[in-house]
């Protein structure tokens, strides 16, 4: 059974940091993997997704490797913003139909 | 692209009644979605697989006679949670399949609170 950590569970920062957000996973044998952010009461916001054949992906201030014989992913945020301050959640999917494992999230709290 | 919608975003109920909660792929066919819970300060937690024109898969340890629910279409999946209680008080959230990209992108939640 896949399970995947997400390690800090909690992170506060000042304005402008470049921060790291780790994730691990038990089964290498992952599909995809997923990185997306919840802010509260609200539902999900898919930031990168990294195909199993891929080692990292970018979009603007953030970047996601993957490392799969390590069973790793993280999550890299440049400059930070207080904007930024979210749940951030890594998902590992295990098949080709799509089933997603989630973390249990880091609390990322970006103050001024 | 790719927006998924949920109603109603927000529903109270007595206990014992049923609710149904709508989940849909406004701009594209998902021929999968899928049913998550959240619990306060949890992350999510998957509860059924659905595909279109089938029965939904459930994960261990979730009632299908409790959780029903229905992909009649390409776009439209229902979850009705029957006879509800107040430990299925909850944060639902569902998600479609982009098969294309195999991608899931995710609806904005219904907050279920049985009193």
């Known amino acids: 059974k896949q399970e995947v950590t997400q390690i800090p569970a909690a992170l506060s920062v000042p304005e402008g940091e470049n921060l790291v957000l780790n994730c691990s996973f038990t089964d290498s044998a992952i599909y995809n993997l997923q990185w997306f952010r919840q802010d509260p009461g609200k539902g999900l916001t898919s930031l990168l997704l990294i195909q199993s054949s891929q080692r990292e992906q970018t979009s603007g201030r953030l970047n996601a490797s993957l490392d799969k014989s390590s069973g790793r992913s993280t999550l890299y945020i440049a400059a930070s913003q207080p904007g930024d301050s979210a749940t951030y959640l890594c998902?590992?999917?295990?098949?080709?139909?799509?089933?997603?494992?989630f973390g249990q999230g880091t609390i990322l709290t970006v103050h001024p | 692209g790719a927006v998924v919608s949920q109603h109603p975003s927000r529903v109270i109920c007595k206990s014992g009644t049923s609710v149904k909660i709508e989940c849909r792929s406004l701009d594209f066919q998902a021929t999968t979605m899928f049913w998550y819970r959240q619990f306060p300060k949890q992350s999510l937690m998957l509860m059924a697989t659905s595909n279109e024109g089938s029965k939904a898969t459930y994960e261990q340890g979730v009632e299908k006679d409790k959780f029903l629910i229905n992909h009649a279409s390409l776009t439209l999946s229902t979850l009705t949670v029957t006879s509800a209680h107040p430990e299925d008080s909850s944060f639902y959230i569902c998600s479609a399949r982009l098969v294309d990209y195999n991608e899931q992108f995710f609806g904005p939640g219904t907050r279920l609170t049985v009193l």
């Open positions: 998902a590992v999917g295990g098949t080709s139909y799509g089933k997603l494992t």
